[in-house]
């Protein structure tokens, strides 16, 4: 088992920065995501880490604006959150897997089997 718990978010408006963090503990970590869930809306992929290497990837309404990152000798998983828009108001959640890395099917929510309580982001107009 792996527990996740998210920090951070919190309000800012529109141009603003902001950073969430993810704090690990549990089994050894392959690779790292963020999603994010706004109201009415399924959960969407923002972002995701391959743990050894640091490979990253990102959805494209994210990318050049956030950064994730982490630091293997803290077990933390970071969203670095820049030029924030209105349309980023969601609730982000970390997730984090501990099979073999493979970037198949990473933007996909059910591929990740450990799950973060969510923190929430509101970016005012």
């Known amino acids: 088992q792996v527990h996740l718990v998210e920090s951070g978010g919190g309000l800012v408006q529109a141009g603003g920065s902001l950073r969430v963090s993810c704090a690990a503990s549990?089994?050894?970590?392959?690779?790292a995501g963020w999603f994010r869930q706004a109201p009415g809306t399924e959960r969407e992929f923002v972002a995701a880490?391959?743990?050894?290497?640091?490979?990253?990837t990102y959805a494209d309404s994210v990318q050049g604006r956030f950064t994730i990152s982490r630091d293997n000798a803290k077990n933390m998983v970071y969203l670095q959150m820049n030029s924030l828009k209105p349309e980023d108001t969601a609730v982000y959640y970390c997730?984090?897997?501990?099979?073999?890395?493979?970037?198949?099917?990473?933007?996909?929510?059910?591929?990740?089997?450990?799950w973060g309580q969510g923190t929430r982001v509101t970016v005012s107009s």
């Open positions: 997730a984090v897997k501990s099979d073999p890395w493979s970037w198949a099917r990473t933007r996909l929510p059910d591929q990740w089997p450990y």
């Open positions: 549990g089994r050894t970590i392959s690779g």
């Open positions: 880490i391959q743990w050894s290497a640091g490979v990253t």
